[in-house]
C-alpha cells in the first residue's frame, strides 16, 4: 500500500495594491496600536520619512482621532491636562511610587520628572508634528480595540489609564457609528490625504476572548463603511494576514499574543506590496 503524503493546507490572504505607491519624498503620520510601531519603525528604517505615533501608543480610535484633531487644531496642552503616573495603591499599598507626570492624551513613555517638564516636551513635540501633520501626503492608522476608558470626572476617554484608581474610569464600547462619525469629519476635511486604516492582530485578551472577537469585528466593519464612503481610504489586511495566513502559534512571541519580530517582518513584506 502507498502512504498518503500529509499536505499542509494553508490560507493564502490576497489584497490589491494601492494605485498610487508611498514614496520616499511623501511625508507620512503613523498612528495606532504597537503593532503600527513596529511596522512604522520598519518604514524608518527603510528611509521613508515618516512620524512613527507622535503621542506614544494609542489602542482605541477615540484616542487617536482626539489626536488627529490636535494636531489639527495645535491646542496646546496646560497645566490642567498634567496628571501624575501613578496614584493607585494597588501597585504600592504603603506609599504611591513616584513615577513621574504625564497626561491622559498621552502614553506612559512621554512622563517626565515635573509638570513644566513634561508640558515643554508634550509641546514642543505638538508643534513639531503638526507642521509635518499638515504636509503629510498619508496618514496610517491601526485601531487595536473598540473598548474604551472615560475618566469620569473630567469626562474624557483617555489613551492610557496610567495606573489611576478603577474607580475613576467608566469602561465603555464604542459602536460602528461612533467611529464612522469620529472619522467622517477627519477625511473629508483632508481629501489631499490619503488614509490607510488597518486593526492590530495582537488580541486583547483581558477583555476576554469573545469580546476581543466583538471589539475587532466592530473595528472592521468601520473601517470598511469609511472605505466605501471615502476614496482616499484604502485598507489593509494586517489583522487577516496573521490570524488566518500565519493562525499558529509559531508566529507568535512567548506570550501567544503579540506576533513574533519574524511574523512582523513578513506582515511588512506584503505590507511593501501593498504601498511602497
Excluded at 498610487?20 to 521613508?48: A, P, R, T, W
Excluded at 491601526?142 to 469620569?152: E, L, P
Excluded at 484604502?234 to 490570524?243: A, G, H
Aim: glycine letters at 4%; proline letters at 5%.
Amino acid at each position: 500500500m502507498s502512504e498518503k503524503k500529509s499536505t499542509q493546507k494553508k490560507t493564502v490572504v490576497t489584497f490589491n495594491p494601492l494605485k498610487v505607491s508611498i514614496s520616499h519624498e511623501d511625508e507620512i503620520i503613523s498612528l495606532g496600536s504597537c503593532f503600527s510601531s513596529e511596522i512604522g519603525n520598519l518604514m524608518k528604517l527603510d528611509g521613508y520619512k515618516i512620524e512613527n505615533n507622535p503621542f506614544g501608543v494609542l489602542f482605541n480610535p477615540a484616542s487617536i482621532a482626539n489626536s488627529i484633531a490636535r494636531l489639527q487644531s495645535k491646542t496646546p496642552f496646560v497645566t490642567e491636562d498634567v496628571v501624575p503616573r501613578n496614584t493607585n495603591p494597588v501597585y504600592n499599598p504603603e506609599k504611591y511610587i513616584d513615577e513621574g507626570y504625564t497626561s491622559f492624551f498621552h502614553h506612559g513613555s512621554f512622563k517626565r520628572e515635573s509638570p513644566e517638564e513634561f508640558l515643554k516636551n508634550a509641546n514642543t513635540s505638538l508643534c513639531r508634528v503638526s507642521e509635518n501633520f499638515e504636509k503629510a501626503k498619508w496618514v496610517i492608522i491601526t485601531f487595536g480595540t473598540s473598548w474604551v476608558y472615560r475618566h469620569i470626572e473630567k469626562d474624557i476617554i483617555v489613551s492610557n489609564c496610567h495606573k489611576h484608581p478603577a474607580k475613576e474610569f467608566r469602561r465603555e464600547f464604542l459602536s460602528i457609528e461612533e467611529i464612522v462619525n469620529l472619522y467622517t469629519p477627519l477625511i473629508a476635511g483632508h481629501p489631499e490625504k490619503r488614509w490607510i486604516f488597518t486593526v492590530s492582530p495582537i488580541r486583547h485578551i483581558k477583555d476576554g476572548l469573545h469580546e476581543n472577537q466583538l471589539s475587532k469585528a466592530t473595528l472592521l466593519l468601520a473601517i470598511d463603511s469609511l472605505c466605501k464612503k471615502f476614496d482616499n481610504c484604502s485598507y489593509f489586511p494586517s489583522y487577516e494576514i496573521v490570524l488566518d495566513e500565519m493562525r499558529d502559534y509559531s508566529h507568535f512571541a512567548e506570550d501567544s499574543v503579540h506576533p513574533s519580530e519574524e511574523t512582523i517582518l513578513k506582515v511588512y513584506e506584503k505590507f511593501k506590496k501593498f504601498a511602497l
